[in-house]
């Protein structure tokens, strides 16, 4: 047997050995998760696609250096977005220097609007305004979305508290933020009078590191006017990524379009360039199709066919490839064919067989790709959830909390209270003035829980509510609860 044969017997006893293997790893792909489709969900189609509707009505200019924007603060709008690495902010702040910072840039005229669950503290302190970047979650589902502590709602101050940045007007609640943050807000006296709270976190939203250093209430979205120039501030840029501000059942779409006209008009001349920094980077890939799938650079693309061709051309010119096919002879061409094929046929099957099983990063949550493909509609829960705060009546909401804090403390054990219409009570521990104040505290909330309550019950009594709760849940720490016979 000779050398050929010997190439050619290998590579079909290699293939059809790989072939089971192959077919077997094939099968479970459809049981993987798609890697394109969960890029897709955390990125940010739609958001830029909004921006691009904006540009393209305003007639804006999309901006690639940063310098541009000192030249003509007034005509400007700076879109922040997500990170702001330490060199990019060194970067964006020496491009401003000449107009002094970023305080200067808004100032002199410039619009600024600021998307980052990121800290930012020792970058944006110019406007006693910061990022804190702790993130937080709420744990009552009257407050969070589809149930998921991480996805806590956002409640935006009256109407008539921010008629001058109306950003939240006329939205139908919910509008959904994933793992936020919350703003710091320094006022120093005499220094921008005109930023306002527009929205905060719900009560209950907490850190799961320490509970103790989030305010009662988080603010989160601060915005107004500085002479002609603009500022706005959100807690969080997740709120806009695809599987969030794509789903029908929430305002965040439109709360993003708001933001966006609003940051572009100007009280003096009109704004005619913008520049969108993402992560960092500026970003000018605005008009992007809003599905997963790869993103070809159209010029790169362009470069290369070009490069390719003049160096066709020239092998052409100067006929290289017959000179070369003369001299070597034809059984080694064969030869090298035959072991080119089974070597590329071999990597071609290792790359399949490891690229098929796909590994989620550490830590990671598959909710937004389950939340693209099989998120249900929950019009009728943003329906209840308007009804509640047009009304201002939180019966039921109480109702739910009190019941799913004993879920909570005494798991099964509360559907056996329910059966005997009889609250919990703390078992003796020799302190009888303590066992006396957390048995009374229980039985009142027992009957907020699964006995006749007002038929009203305020905003404000709601979150008197909330809070005795939460002192309770402490004060019941080292204690065990039981059902009395």
């Known amino acids: 047997m000779n050398l050929l044969q010997r190439h050619v017997w290998a590579a079909l006893a290699f293939s059809m050995l790989c072939w089971p293997a192959f077919q077997s790893r094939a099968s479970a792909q459809e049981d993987e998760p798609d890697r394109a489709a969960l890029a897709f969900a955390r990125g940010t189609h739609c958001f830029r696609s909004i921006i691009d509707v904006v540009r393209s009505e305003r007639e804006l200019k999309v901006l690639t250096d940063l310098n541009k924007l000192a030249e003509a603060p007034k005509r400007s709008v700076l879109i922040v977005y997500g990170k702001l690495p330490q060199v990019s902010l060194e970067r964006l702040e020496s491009a401003l220097d000449s107009v002094g910072g970023l305080r200067g840039f808004v100032m002199g005229g410039g619009a600024l609007l600021v998307v980052s669950d990121e800290p930012m503290r ?10 804190n970047g702790t993130l937080l979650r709420n744990d009552w589902d009257f407050y969070n979305y589809d149930h998921n502590p991480a996805m806590p709602v956002v409640l935006p101050e009256p109407d008539e508290r921010t008629a001058d940045v109306p ?127 790869l993103e070809l650079d159209e010029h790169a693309l362009d470069q290369l066919i070009g490069g390719l ?47 098929l099983r796909f590994r989620a990063e550490p830590g990671s949550a598959l909710f937004p790709l389950a939340a693209i493909r099989y998120g249900p509609s929950r019009a009728p829960l943003r329906d209840r959830t308007a009804e509640v705060h047009r009304e201002g009546n939180f019966r039921d909401a109480t109702r739910g909390m009190v019941q799913q804090f004993f879920s909570g403390v005494l798991g099964d054990l509360a559907h ?23 048995n009374a505290s229980l039985r009142e909330f027992w009957t907020l829980a699964y006995g006749p309550i007002p038929r009203s019950i305020s905003s404000s009594h709601f979150q008197h509510v909330l809070s005795r709760l939460r002192d309770l849940r402490r004060r019941l720490a080292g204690w065990q609860l039981h059902m009395p016979a």
């Open 122 to 131: 020792p970058d944006l302190s110019d406007f006693g305004i910061w990022v």
């Open 167 to 293: 950003v939240f007007h006329h939205l139908l609640p919910p509008l959904v933020t994933s793992r936020p943050s919350y703003l710091d807000y320094a006022h120093p006296p005499g220094k921008d009078d005109a930023l306002k709270p527009l929205a905060f976190l719900p009560p209950g939203t907490r850190s799961d590191r320490d509970p103790n250093v989030v305010p009662e209430k988080p603010l989160f979205a601060v915005g107004g006017r500085l002479r002609e120039g603009r500022v706005l501030f959100l807690a969080d840029h997740s709120m806009f990524i695809n599987c969030v501000i794509m789903q029908e059942d929430n305002s965040n779409f439109e709360l993003a379009r708001n933001c966006l006209e609003w940051i572009v008009d100007s009280d003096g001349d009109k704004r005619d360039q913008l520049l969108y920094l993402q992560d960092g980077i500026v970003t000018t890939d605005l008009n992007v199709p809003l599905e997963p799938g």
């Open 416 to 438: 056996v209270g329910r059966r005997h219409a009889g609250p919990p009570q703390v078992r003796p521990r020799g302190l009888p003035g303590q066992e006396v104040h957390l």
């Open 309 to 355: 061709n003049l160096l066709i051309a020239e092998q052409e010119k100067e006929d290289s490839l017959n000179s070369l096919l003369q001299r070597v002879p034809r059984s080694t061409w064969i030869t090298i064919f035959i072991i080119a094929g089974s070597v590329l046929l071999l990597l071609f099957m290792i790359v399949r067989l490891g690229g």
